[in-house]
T-cell receptor, first 114, second 112 residues
């Protein structure tokens, strides 16, 4: 039973480029959450999605960031026109039906913006 | 403001020794508190979860306590092993049970 998978594990982008981060939840999980971890800080909630729906995006910057969880395929976190401050580790987590259930985390994508 | 603070920031102990990590939170209303272990370069892995009515929860050599009145929790590790070297993160959820609020973690290093 594969866990939460994220790819790529490491991503290097130059300022102004786009970054696409992918997350495949655990089998049978329909709830996906994205978190960002800046250096030396704790993880911060960004967005909560169910299939084809954004439930809560209150932690996501209003500009340049977007997330989706299509009916088929992985969840995507997209960052347009990246800036150096976007350099961080981005973690995806998934849970089964109940949002209060334990969230299982993926290994993260480490984004470095040059 | 909802916050989770942990102490110490880092800790070095010898293999076989016990240690206790602390967590204070100001999250209100309170739903549950979890302790996660995060190895370097990996995602967090859940160790324990407690609701406000639970005082203690064990998972092998890990024992978590919760005092909902003083809003404090601790994680006690018994007979430490080298593989316990990791960051231990206290995580609290409030009225939105899915919106986890993370502490900055305690970095534990177990030396032989």
């Amino acid at each position: 039973n594969a866990g939460v998978m994220q790819n790529p594990r490491h991503l290097v982008r130059r300022r102004g480029q786009e970054a696409r981060l992918r997350c495949s939840p655990m089998k049978g999980h329909s709830h996906v959450y994205w978190y960002r971890q800046l250096p030396e800080e704790g993880l911060k909630f960004m967005v909560y999605l169910q299939k084809e729906n954004i439930i809560d995006e209150s932690g996501m910057p209003k500009e340049r960031f977007s997330a989706e969880f299509p009916k088929e395929g992985p969840s995507i976190l997209r960052i347009q026109q990246v800036v150096r401050g976007d350099s961080a580790a981005y973690f995806c987590a998934s849970s089964p039906g109940q949002p209060s259930a334990t969230q299982y985390f993926g290994p993260g994508t480490r984004l470095l913006v040059l | 403001k909802n916050q989770v603070e942990q102490s110490p920031q880092s800790l070095i102990i010898l293999e076989g020794k016990n240690c206790t990590l602390q967590c204070n939170y100001t999250v209100s209303p309170f739903s549950n508190l979890r302790w996660y272990k995060q190895d370097t370069g990996r995602g967090p892995v859940s160790l324990t979860i407690m609701t406000f009515s639970e005082n203690t929860k064990s998972n092998g050599r890990y024992t978590a306590t919760l005092d909902a009145d003083t809003k404090q929790s601790s994680l006690h590790i018994t007979a430490s092993q080298l593989s316990d070297s990791a960051s231990y993160i206290c995580v609290v959820s409030g009225d939105s049970s899915y919106k986890l609020i993370f502490g900055s973690g305690t970095r534990l290093l177990v030396r032989p």
